[in-house]
C-alpha cells in the first residue's frame, strides 16, 4: 500500500521524512510515496557482462517520441547503492517527460578507480544506442548524478578518455547535471573514498575540475548552500566558474533548505516543497540539447 494511503497524517508524514532519511529504511519510505501512474518500467536490463552492469528504465505513462533522456547515476561514496532505490528519482523525471535511466555500476572495494567510471560511460553507450527503443531522441541524452554518482557524470561530460573508450565522444551528450558533486577533493580525507581511488596513489586527472575545457557540454550544477559532506565552494561553485570562464552555458544554485540528502530527495514529490529541484532539471533539459 501507498504510505500516502494510511491513516498517518500527510503534514506529519512530510515533516518526518528528512529525519528519517538518515534511517537505513528512509529510501523505502521515500519510495513508498512515490506515484504508480505516472511512468512504465523496464528493469535489469544488461548493459554491459558484469552482474552490475544493470539499468531500469523509467519512460512517461504517455507514449512518447522524441523525449529527452537522462542517465542517472546515484551517490554511496563509490562503495554502495541499487538502483531500486532511486525509483523515486525516475518517476520525478519521467512524471515531467524525460525518459530516465537508472544505472547500477561496479562498487569499492572490490572494484577501484577507474572501473565506476568505465561502467558508466559503457551505460551512456546503450542510452544512445537504444534510446529509440523508448521513446527517446539520443541527440538529446543527458548525464546526471548525486553525491558521487554526480561526480561519474562529470567525468564522462568532461574527460573524453571514458567515452572514446566507447567510441563516443562528449559532444555527444545534450549536457550534465550535477547535485553535489565532488569535483576536486585532493587530497583524500574520507576512509571509504581512500579505498575507492587507491589513495595516495590517486592522480591529478581523476579530478573533473582538471578536465573543464571550452568543448564541455553545457551543465546544470545544483548543491546545498551547508553541505557537511561535499564542499560546495570548492566543487560545485569552482566548477561553475571555471566552465563559465571558458565559454561554456552553465547554470547553478545553492540551497539553503535542503542538505546533501534531502537536495535529491526533493526530487520526490513529498519534499518538492524543499527546493526546486525538479523543476530546474526539467527546465534545464527541456531547453538544452
Known sequence: MNIMDSKLPRRSLIAMLPALLTACSAVDLLNATVSTDTYRRTEGLAYGPHARHRLDVYQPIQEVRQAPLVVFFYGGSWSAGERADYRFVGEALASVGIVTLVADYRLSPQFRYPAFLQDSAQAVRWALDHAPDHGADPARVFVMGHSAGAYNAAMVALDRRWLAAQDLSPARLAGWI??????????????????????????????????????????????????????????????????????????????????????VAAMASVLRWRAPVLARISAFVQSTG
Open 178 to 263: 550535477g547535485l553535489a558533486g565532488p569535483y576536486d577533493f585532493l587530497p583524500i580525507g574520507d576512509a571509504q573514498t581512500r579505498i575507492a581511488f587507491d589513495w595516495p596513489g590517486t592522480p591529478a586527472d581523476s579530478q573533473p575540475l582538471f578536465h573543464a575545457s571550452q568543448a564541455s557540454p553545457p551543465a546544470l550544477l545544483l548543491a546545498p548552500a551547508l553541505d557537511n559532506t561535499v564542499n560546495p565552494q570548492r566543487s560545485t561553485v569552482a566548477m561553475a566558474q571555471r566552465l563559465k570562464d571558458r565559454g561554456v552555458r552553465v547554470e547553478s544554485a545553492l540551497y539553503d533548505s535542503v542538505s546533501h540528502v534531502t537536495l
